[in-house]
C-alpha cells in the first residue's frame, strides 16, 4: 500500500473502509462520479500488480484489503469491524471499458460509446479506426527513458485542438516493470520523475542528441521534412483527427517499434490519473524553478539591431498553458520607424501613427520564437517553424551543454538561434550573411516584476484595420532582415 499513489490510496479507503458511495468520494475530490469509477478501478489494478510482484496469487485482492483494514485500525474493536464486500470494489462495466481504453495501445471500438454519459459529463467517445493513416516508412525514435530496452508511451491532449496548446505526460520503463521515468508536462508545471526523485523544472524535455521531435497531428510534408534534414527523427503514426479535448495515445516497444495510436475525445482528460502530478508518498522532491518560472509567466525585453536600424520592444511570455490562458501572450517590437504588435488576439504592423495598419492573423509574430505554452521545449518549437517553411537548419550544443545553438539557412541570411535549454528561452538571435553580422536581438527575461513600468503595458487595438494578410509564420524574421516586412 505504501507504494502506491496517493490518490490511489486515497480512493480505496475512502471506499473500502469509509464505505462511501462512488458519489461521495466524487464529491470529496472534486470531480465526477465516473472519473472516481476510473480512479478506483486503476487503484484495485495498482494494489494487485504489487501484491504480484511479492508473490500473491490474482485472487488475494480482497484478503489484502481486509488484512490491511485490520492492521490499520485504530483499536482491536475496531478492527474486528472491518469488512470488505465484493460488491464494494466493483466500479460497474462503463469504467471498465473507459480504464481498458486508456491502458492499450490499439484503438478500441466502442459503438455506442459517444452516447454514454455520466451525470453531465460525456464519457469518452473513441474516433474510429478510419482516421488513422497507414504508418511512416522507417524511423529511428529516440528514448528519452534510461533503459534502451526500454517501452514507451506517451500521452497528447489538446483543449482547444492540435496547434493550440498541448499537455503531455510520458512514461519509459522496462518491459512488464515499473516505470523508469515519467515526464508531466501539464497545465502548470514540468515534471520528471525518475529514481524515486521528482524533478520540477524550468524545461520541458526535449531528445539530449538534439532529434526533432513530431507528434501524431503532424503535415505528413513537415514530418517527411524532418526527417530528411535530421535523420533519426521520433515519428508516430499519423491521426487526421481534429477539434477540441483531443487525446492522442501513443506509443513504441523494447524493438523500437511504433505502436498503432488511439484517439478519443476526452472533456476532462486533464483530471483524470495520467494527468495528475500524483506521485508516491516517498518521492524526494527537488524545485529546479526559478522565480518566472514559479509565477508562471514573466515580462522580456528585446534589444538589438537589424541592417543598422536600432531594434527595442517589450512582452509577456506564458511559461504555461494555464497562464496563456488567464491573461494570454503579446509583444510590441519597434524597428526604426516600423511598429510590430501581437496579442495572440490582434496583429498588426504600421509605419506611421496616421496610415492603416497591416493586419495579419493573431500569433503571426510569434513565429520562429520560443512559445513555451504550446507544450513543446523551445529548441523544438523554433525548429518545427523552421520545418513548416521548409527551412533547413542544424543543431548543435554550445560548450557545457547549457546552451543549444540551432543555424537555420534562408538562402541568403541565416539565422543563428542561442537557446538556453535549462531556462527553456531563446538568448539571443543573429542575422548573418556571406558578408559577415547584419543584425543581432538580445532576449532578457525579469525574474522579478515588482515596480515595472508602462514598458510592460499591453498594447492596444488599433481602429484603422487593412484585411488580413497570409500569415509568414518564422520568415518575418527574415523579411525583418531584408526590410521587406
Excluded at 24 to 32: N, Q, R
Aim: net charge positive; charged share 25%; proline share 5%.
Amino acid at each position: 500500500m505504501k507504494k502506491l499513489r496517493v490518490r490511489h490510496k486515497a480512493v480505496l479507503v475512502m471506499r473500502c473502509y469509509d464505505g462511501m458511495t462512488h458519489s461521495e468520494i466524487a464529491e470529496s475530490l472534486g470531480c465526477s462520479e465516473f472519473s472516481t469509477r476510473m480512479l478506483f478501478l486503476r487503484a484495485k489494478r495498482a494494489l494487485q500488480r504489487e501484491l504480484s510482484r511479492n508473490g500473491f496469487a490474482k485472487g488475494s485482492l480482497l484478503t489484502a484489503l481486509v488484512l490491511f483494514g485490520k492492521m490499520t485500525a485504530p483499536s482491536k474493536a475496531a478492527a474486528a469491524q472491518v469488512s470488505v464486500t465484493t460488491a464494494a470494489i466493483k466500479v460497474g462495466l462503463l469504467a471498465e471499458v473507459a480504464v481498458l481504453a486508456t491502458s492499450k495501445t490499439t484503438i478500441v471500438s466502442l459503438t455506442a460509446a459517444g452516447a454514454l454519459t455520466a451525470g453531465t459529463i460525456v464519457a469518452p467517445a473513441v474516433l474510429p479506426k478510419q482516421n488513422v493513416n497507414p504508418l511512416m516508412t522507417n524511423a529511428a525514435p529516440v528514448s528519452f527513458g534510461i533503459n534502451s530496452d526500454a517501452t514507451e508511451r506517451h500521452w497528447y491532449f489538446y483543449p482547444e485542438g492540435p496547434g493550440r496548446g498541448m499537455v503531455l505526460r510520458a512514461k519509459s520503463g522496462p518491459v512488464g516493470g515499473e516505470s523508469a521515468r515519467e515526464i508531466l508536462q501539464d497545465k502548470w508545471s514540468n515534471y520528471d520523475y525518475q529514481d524515486n526523485t521528482l524533478y520540477i523544472n524550468n524545461h520541458r524535455m526535449w531528445a539530449a542528441d538534439l532529434s526533432v521531435p513530431t507528434l501524431a497531428t503532424d503535415d505528413p510534408a513537415m514530418t517527411d521534412f524532418l526527417r530528411e534534414v535530421v535523420p533519426g527523427t521520433r515519428v508516430f503514426e499519423r491521426v487526421n483527427a481534429r477539434g477540441t479535448d483531443l487525446l492522442v495515445v501513443a506509443s513504441r516497444n523494447s524493438d523500437e517499434e511504433n505502436k498503432r495510436p488511439w484517439v478519443m475525445r476526452h472533456q476532462n482528460a486533464l483530471y483524470e490519473d495520467y494527468f495528475l502530478p500524483d506521485w508516491p508518498t516517498t518521492t524526494v522532491v527537488v524545485d529546479n524553478r526559478d522565480a518566472m518560472h514559479k509565477r508562471g509567466w514573466t515580462y522580456f525585453r528585446i534589444r538589438g539591431q537589424v541592417n543598422g536600424q536600432e531594434v527595442f520592444g517589450s512582452g509577456r511570455i506564458p511559461f504555461f498553458y494555464q497562464a496563456f490562458k488567464d491573461d494570454g501572450a503579446w509583444m510590441k517590437l519597434q524597428v526604426g520607424s516600423l511598429t510590430i504588435v501581437d496579442t495572440y488576439r490582434d496583429a498588426h504592423v504600421s509605419r506611421a501613427q496616421s496610415e492603416p495598419h497591416g493586419t495579419y492573423r493573431p500569433g503571426s509574430f510569434f513565429k520562429g520564437l520560443g512559445r513555451p505554452w504550446m507544450g513543446l521545449h523551445t529548441i523544438d518549437t523554433v525548429r518545427r517553424d523552421a520545418a513548416a517553411k521548409g527551412i533547413w537548419f542544424k543543431s548543435e550544443y554550445l560548450p557545457g551543454k547549457e546552451f543549444a545553438q540551432v543555424e537555420l539557412d534562408c538562402e541568403g541570411v541565416r539565422l543563428v538561434y542561442k537557446i538556453d535549454l535549462k531556462t527553456d528561452v531563446i538568448d539571443e538571435i543573429t542575422f548573418l550573411t556571406d558578408n559577415g553580422e547584419i543584425g543581432n536581438l538580445e532576449f532578457s527575461y525579469l525574474q522579478s516584476i515588482e515596480g515595472v513600468g508602462r514598458e510592460f503595458a499591453r498594447p492596444t487595438r488599433p481602429e484603422q484595420r487593412t484585411a488580413t494578410r497570409d500569415n509568414p509564420g518564422l520568415l518575418w524574421l527574415l523579411q525583418l532582415a531584408e526590410g521587406t516586412i
